[in-house]
């Protein structure tokens, strides 16, 4: 079992930044995509922006420029830089993770964590 934990998130004023961690322990043998989803309130989880294992990217429209994602394999971390927020960016941020375990494939999710963007 993988289990990810999300940091960094918080209350930030419009134009500000933060950056998002996620650490996965567990038995990992291969990572593949790493990637950070939001939600906000009575919205869908959508794909914020995603890395592979060849270290290509990939972001939602709303986002380019403004953000972005990076990872340490070494230390099974991925993270997201966020820049110029906005209060549309305002949600709950999730960890994803998918790779193989010791016998077979895994995909994981985190709890999350807030960003919230308001003056």
């Known amino acids: 079992q993988v289990h990810l934990v999300e940091s960094g998130g918080g209350l930030v004023q419009p134009g500000g930044s933060l950056k998002l961690s996620c650490a996965a322990s567990g038995t990992i043998y291969e990572i593949y995509d790493m990637a950070w989803y939001r939600q906000a309130p009575g919205q869908e989880r959508e794909l914020v922006a995603l890395v592979t294992s060849t270290d290509s990217t990939k972001y939602t429209s709303s986002v380019k420029g403004r953000f972005t994602i990076s990872r340490d394999i070494a230390k099974n971390m991925v993270y997201l830089q966020m820049n110029d927020l906005k209060p549309e960016d305002s949600a709950r941020y999730y960890c994803?993770?998918?790779?193989?375990?010791?016998?077979?494939?895994?995909?994981?999710w985190g709890q999350g964590t807030q960003v919230t963007v308001s003056s």
């Open positions: 994803y993770v998918d790779g193989r375990g010791s016998d077979e494939d895994f995909d994981s």
